[in-house]
């Protein structure tokens, strides 16, 4: 079965760096996503990403977050200067349309470490 | 605004007992819904996904059902075994398109 790839699926940094975290959707999927879970709290919503822009972005998605598609088959999330407080496990997913009605598939997860 | 609510928030039952969880949310203005399986450490597997115009969805020992109108949503499991073991959670796509998550129920079969 197709699936969402996410590398790596560990990252530690120091405060103040920057990380990107890399994601490979599936192949016909057109509708990408991430989401972050801080330990121990809910799944939350980061942004939606749709042909080469963003569709939606939540209140977390700050001037600090950036996403990118660079090459038709990656999908990166940077974090230009991480905060100890952006600790989580980010997850990447991925839908095959748009129409709202359709099954979410998501990745395996990077799970971050700010020092 | 949409809120989700799983209880119980943590389920210990033996082997082979069949299993409810519980989700509610709400605003009935939903999408669809749909239940994930999370291990520890590891990402969210889709269970099972029900439109807003379903009642149920069955998948194996599986079976979601939902009460748009109610804001209700169970997950039945059938012959729960060791490896059924996981945090479940449910999550709703509310109007504006967006998942809004559970907390989720952690369960655990004991042998």
């Known amino acids: 079965e197709p699936e969402v790839t996410q590398t790596p699926s560990h990252q530690v940094t120091q405060m103040g760096q920057e990380v990107i975290l890399r994601c490979v959707p599936i192949?016909?999927?057109?509708?990408f996503y991430w989401y972050r879970q801080i330990l121990g709290q809910k799944v939350e919503f980061l942004v939606s990403?749709?042909?080469?822009?963003?569709?939606?972005k939540s209140e977390i998605f700050d001037d600090q977050f950036s996403v990118e598609r660079p090459d038709g088959s990656n999908f990166t999330l940077k974090i230009r200067s991480t905060k100890l407080e952006d600790s989580a496990m980010y997850f990447c997913?991925?839908?095959?349309?748009?129409?709202?009605?359709?099954?979410?598939?998501f990745g395996s997860g990077t799970q971050l470490s700010v020092l | 605004k949409q809120e989700v609510t799983q209880i119980p928030a943590a389920l210990s039952v033996p082997e082979g007992e069949n299993l409810v969880l519980n989700c509610s949310f709400t605003d009935s203005a939903i999408y669809n819904l749909q239940w994930f399986r999370q291990d520890p450490g590891k990402g969210l597997t889709s269970l099972l996904l029900i439109q807003s115009s379903q009642r149920e969805q069955t998948s194996g020992r599986l079976n979601a059902s939902l009460d748009k109108s109610s804001g209700r949503s169970t997950l039945y499991i059938a012959a729960s075994q060791p490896g059924d073991s996981a945090t479940y959670l449910c999550?709703?796509?509310?109007?504006?398109?967006?998942?809004?998550w559970g907390a989720g129920t952690k369960l655990i079969i004991k042998p």
């Open positions: 990403f749709y042909n080469n822009e963003i569709s939606e």
């Open positions: 997913a991925s839908i095959e349309g748009g129409t709202g009605v359709e099954k979410l598939f």
């Open positions: 999550a709703v796509k509310d109007s504006n398109y967006q998942l809004i």
């Open positions: 192949s016909n999927h057109l509708y």
